[in-house]
């Protein structure tokens, strides 16, 4: 095992994969701030959204330092970070089936989501994914992410994340 490298961190995926509680865990372990793309996409967590210009201009300024790790899925948010970034964890599920199960067993894990929010939750990532309805023409996560290929690593499933985790310094 090497010391761990890298000083600024982006990690993406799918929701419900895991990535805050990875955000979380690699933070503690290499002890480099952590924030998500959440609280910039959101006034209120959840319920009220941010103005798009200000929350790019807000997560800028994270980007602009020297260490960070940024965990979301928000493409507008990470897009800054593409290029900044030292490394970028894809986190991501291979069959929505998974996806599916991860993000109904955390819905009733939660107090505050409803199951309105869990039908549009699972709604909105099963448009995203077969890119039907929204958002046709806009470019996917991992188009995105070609440019920038040599810096990610893939990882799909959480014997793949705990694996990685145990491997750093």
Not at 67 to 76: A, K, L, N
Not at 104 to 120: A, K, Y
């Amino acid at each position: 095992m090497e010391t761990y490298k890298y000083k600024k961190i982006l990690i993406l995926g799918d929701a419900g994969r895991g990535k805050t509680t990875f955000a979380e865990k690699l933070s503690k372990k290499v002890s480099i701030p952590l924030h998500s793309t959440d609280d910039f996409y959101y006034k209120i967590k959840y319920t009220e959204l941010n103005d798009k210009e200000k929350s790019v201009e807000e997560i800028g300024r994270i980007y602009s330092q020297s260490e960070w790790i940024v965990e979301g899925s928000t493409r507008r948010l990470a897009q800054g970070g593409l290029e900044k970034s030292d490394i970028i964890y894809l986190l991501g599920f291979k069959h929505i089936i998974g996806q599916y199960y991860f993000l109904i067993r955390r819905h009733f894990r939660r107090d505050n989501e409803s199951l309105l929010g869990l039908w549009q939750l699972l709604r909105h990532i099963t448009l995203k994914r077969y890119k039907k309805g929204y958002d046709n023409y806009a470019p996917s996560l991992h188009e995105l992410l070609e440019p920038y290929k040599e810096k990610i690593i893939k990882l799909n499933s959480l014997k793949e994340i705990h694996k990685h985790l145990e491997s750093i310094k």
